[in-house]
Structures are given as structure tokens and as C-alpha cells.
Nanobody, 125 residues
Framework: QVHLVESGGGSVQAGGSLRLSCAGS????????VAWFRQAPGKEREGVAA????????YYHDSVKGRFTISRDNAKNTVYLQMRSLKPEDTAMYYC??????????????????WGKGTLVTISS
């Protein structure tokens, strides 16, 4: 069963913008936390942003604060990641994930229960 599906990746120049979408099944989307992660070649997967159900509290990795915004549309079971002022170092495969175990902050990847297959973001200088 597919729980999370990402879309919206692509190739843009530095300074540009992209909006990623993550459409979830009812069980995945209803998790306490939905988060975006990214993994660049040769690097570990890192949490980028997270949103928690209920009050929609959001958290961001320091490297993207002020540039990325995570939001959700409950009517569509979809979480978005709006990315602005993109930099070459933002180049990575971006994954959506959902889980129950983490209640605040950007969660570690190991704590997530559901994962999408990823969408590739490439930023050229």
C-alpha cells in the first residue's frame, strides 16, 4: 500500500523557488508528525521541516529557516514544502515521512513510520 507520494521536484537556478507536495493516505496523513527530509549524494538523510497535527506547530532545520515553509491542507490530505531562495546546497532527493513517535522539533529519520519514494530537487549555480 502506498502511503505517501511526493511531487513537485525539478531543476531550477539558484535563487529560484519550488513547491513540493506530499499526498498521504488517511493513516499516514493522520500521524502526529509529517516531515520533509532530504538526502544528497554521499550524505546522510537529514530532516528539513516538520509539522505537527492539531495546532500545526512547525519546525525547521537551521539551514532552511526563513527560506522554506511547511504547511498542510487537511481537505486534500496533503503537506507542502514551499522552498524559496534556493541554493546549490539544497540539491538532494526530498522525502516525505510521517510518524507518531516524535512530538516536537525536526524528527530523526529512524522515528518515522511511513515514507514516500522521494522527488529530486536540483539547484544550479
Amino acid at each position: 500500500q502506498v502511503h505517501l507520494v511526493e511531487s513537485g521536484g525539478g531543476s531550477v537556478q539558484a535563487g529560484g523557488s519550488l513547491r513540493l507536495s506530499c499526498a498521504g493516505s488517511t493513516d499516514a496523513y493522520g500521524s502526529a508528525c509529517v516531515a520533509w527530509f532530504r538526502q544528497a549524494p554521499g550524505k546522510e538523510r537529514e530532516g528539513v521541516a516538520a509539522i505537527y497535527s492539531g495546532v500545526d506547530t512547525t519546525y525547521y532545520h537551521d539551514s532552511v529557516k526563513g527560506r522554506f515553509t511547511i504547511s498542510r491542507d487537511n481537505a486534500k490530505n496533503t503537506v507542502y514544502l514551499q522552498m524559496r531562495s534556493l541554493k546549490p546546497e539544497d540539491t538532494a532527493m526530498y522525502y516525505c515521512a510521517a510518524g507518531e513517535a516524535w512530538l516536537a522539533g525536526v524528527p530523526p529519520a529512524v522515528s518515522m513510520d511511513y515514507w514516500g519514494k522521494g522527488t529530486l530537487v536540483t539547484i544550479s549555480s
